[in-house]
């Protein structure tokens, strides 16, 4: 099990506090910049990630999640603007290795993440590439694959495992380089409901036991449910942010986003428009039926 401790220590500055693990002031993002066909997908975003949190990123297609996603461990970086993960400059090129294993990906398809031909060299990938010691390696290995749970499926190959099982052999390999943060764009897109299920409730363990930092881009309502903190993109801009609590009531708010909404909180507010009067924090199904049956 991957153990609390095992995660280096928070960065602390001398004299000035904390300094959020990720920081990002007026990001912006333009490619093809000055040609024909330049094309600002990140307008001026301000955000912070503390240590430890669990972000959900939502919006709809081309309203920048992608983008975003890639300079939180410097495959892109600003047009303008400033991004530092525990306190590195993403443009700073001397430490892009510090980056990339501060801060591990997780992408859509799971047939495009895995290399090698059996599941526990590809976990040993990343750690391989750094240049750590054999023996380290081996317990490494052995220690991400126990944290996602694929253990027995260790000597597997790839192409036999489910889309859920790949997904989680590819958080494995990012555990292995010691990464405090996942940032994983659309990883259940590609996956059964069985899958989405496993991968999820994968991320959320890992978070609650290790600590693990999260960014989740998702299309799916009711995982960014299970965040600590939804981000709502429009057109390159942050629209909506707070406790998903807070976010999935603004029903107007998120189709206009071209979001879906989770049910109960539709149901709720259409039932509000008919003069029902109902808290403002419904979200789930169950806040639905104790709003309208408080004593069942
Ligand atoms: P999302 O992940 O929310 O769907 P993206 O970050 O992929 O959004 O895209 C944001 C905008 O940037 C879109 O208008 C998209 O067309 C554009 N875009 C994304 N990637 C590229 C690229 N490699 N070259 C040019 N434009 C791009
Ligand atoms: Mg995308």
Redesign the pocket.
Known sequence: MLGKTLLPAVMRLPGDGFLAFIEIEGLTHI??AGQDNE?K?LDGIDLTVEEGEFVAVI?A???????LAKHLNAILLPTAGVVRVNGIDTRDGSRLWDIRQTVGMVFQNPDNQIIAAVVEDDVAFGPENLGVDPPEIRRRVEEALAAVRMTEFRQFEPHLLSGGQKQRVAIAGALAMRTRCLVMDEPTAMLDPAGRQEVLATVKRLHDESGITVVYITHYMEEAAAADRVIAMENGRVALMGPPRSVFPQVETLKRLGLDVPLAADVACRLRQKGVRLPEDIMTEEDLVKALCPSS
Request: proline residues 0%; neutral net charge; aromatic residues 8%.
């Open positions: 490619y093809h094309e997908a919006g297609n081309g309203s920048g999640k992608s983008t």
